[in-house]
């Protein structure tokens, strides 16, 4: 079956550092969303990538989709402690259009 | 509005007992789901509604069953709890035709001794 990986799983940085999380898929994808997940909280969308090489940003957030569709990453610029949390990316394909395949994770803690 | 809301929000269960996991959602959204979120693991899919009175399974569908007899609300039932069982639920809705954002409610954290 599908499957999507996402690395580091960890990460801490200083706070004004930058921060990138990358996703992998093993099998082409029709779009990709990213979701941030709070401590002790539920995840919340950040955005969905459809297009082979699309950028999207978002204030200090910078989402791109691979020209093979294949992989994402999401990078932060300058972090910010209101940046702490798991970021996941979740992907679809055409032969699961319905379903969403989250990757693990990337757990991001901000040191002040 | 409240978006989607999950009931109960904490549950112990003994192994072998059964209880039902209550979502809603006021959205008017078609599509809605059922993941289990276990550490380092992500959410994994267990089953998914593409409307009133449709179910399908997920990643994950063992041990579990789902009903979707009104819009609003979609059950996740266990008949006979297991240690494995021991999770974070999450409910979530979409709108339908095409994958777009899902809403998460807030979670149900079951433990199974």
């Known amino acids: 079956g599908q499957q999507v990986m996402q690395i580091p799983q960890y990460q801490h940085v200083q706070e004004g550092e930058d921060f990138t999380t990358y996703c992998n898929s093993s099998?082409?994808?029709?779009?990709i969303q990213w979701y941030k997940q709070r401590p002790g909280g539920h995840p919340v969308f950040l955005i969905q990538?459809?297009?082979?090489?699309e950028v999207k940003k978002q204030k200090r957030l910078t989402f791109q989709f691979g020209e093979a569709k294949k992989n994402s990453s999401l990078h932060i610029t300058a972090t910010q402690t209101t940046d702490v949390g798991t970021y996941f990316c979740?992907?679809?394909?055409?032969?699961?259009?319905?379903?969403?395949?989250f990757g693990s994770g990337t757990q991001l803690t901000v040191l002040p | 509005n409240a978006g989607v809301t999950q009931t109960p929000k904490f549950r112990v269960l003994k192994t072998g007992q059964s209880m039902t996991l209550l979502c809603a959602q006021d959205m008017n959204h078609e599509y809605m789901y059922w993941y289990r979120q276990d550490p380092g693991m992500g959410l994994r899919l267990i089953h998914y509604?593409?409307?009133?009175?449709?179910?399908a399974k997920g990643e994950v569908p063992d041990g579990y069953n789902v009903s979707r007899l009104k819009k609003q609300n979609f059950l996740l039932g266990l008949e006979s709890a297991a240690p494995s069982q021991t999770s974070v639920y999450f409910c979530?809705?979409?709108?339908?035709?095409?994958?777009?954002?899902?809403?998460f409610g807030p979670g149900t954290r079951l433990t199974v001794t």
């Open positions: 979530a809705s979409s709108y339908g035709d095409r994958v777009h954002e899902q809403y």
């Open positions: 990538l459809v297009k082979s090489g």
């Open positions: 509604s593409v409307g009133e009175g449709t179910t």
């Open positions: 979740a992907g679809t394909t055409s032969g699961s259009a319905r379903q969403l395949t």
């Open positions: 099998t082409t994808l029709s779009n």
